[in-house]
């Protein structure tokens, strides 16, 4: 069976479509789709990747009327955490180091709920 190689891409509505690009670049180093063809996408490190529907009525995400949560895997979450601190953006952290790592979250600028995983 021929099976894909991973995501190519996230593509979701926004409000302010520019800000939430601008403010995904400035505080989790996410690049903005280039406007050409020559500049090269953002590019993310190899590693896992979890692909995971929930219950239409989960908790995980936190508002329930947010159908998805974004999950980036991060090296140094403490650092993570105070930078993006150091920016005023509120970070719950999860106290638990679970066998496959540690958790954080925070909600973008448009409510979205953010998951920071520091895989084990």
Same mark, same amino acid.
């Given at each position: 069976m021929?099976k894909? =190689?991973?995501?190519?891409? /996230? /593509? /979701?509505r926004?409000?302010?479509?520019?800000? +939430?690009?601008?403010?995904?670049?400035?505080? =989790?180093?996410?690049?903005? &789709?280039?406007?050409?063809?020559?500049?090269?996408?953002? $590019?993310?490190?190899?590693?896992?990747? &979890?692909?995971?529907? /929930?219950?239409?009525?989960?908790?995980?995400?936190?508002? @329930?009327?947010?159908?998805?949560? +974004?999950?980036?895997?991060?090296a140094? =979450?403490?650092?993570?955490?105070?930078?993006?601190?150091?920016?005023?953006?509120?970070? @719950? @952290?999860?106290?638990?180091?679970?066998?496959?790592? $540690?958790?954080?979250?925070?909600?973008?600028?448009?409510?979205?709920? &953010?998951? =920071?995983?520091?895989?084990?």
């Amino acid at each position: 069976m021929e099976k894909v =190689l991973g995501l190519g891409g /996230f /593509f /979701f509505r926004a409000d302010d479509p520019a800000m +939430l690009a601008a403010w995904y670049h400035a505080h =989790l180093g996410i690049d903005p &789709v280039p406007g050409n063809y020559e500049t090269p996408c953002w $590019r993310q490190a190899e590693g896992e990747t &979890v692909f995971a529907p /929930f219950e239409r009525v989960t908790d995980h995400f936190g508002d @329930r009327e947010r159908p998805f949560m +974004l999950n980036f895997r991060v090296a140094d =979450l403490d650092a993570m955490i105070a930078q993006l601190e150091a920016a005023g953006i509120a970070v @719950r @952290r999860d106290p638990e180091t679970y066998p496959n790592g $540690r958790f954080a979250w925070l909600n973008d600028p448009e409510g979205n709920p &953010v998951e =920071l995983w520091q895989p084990a």
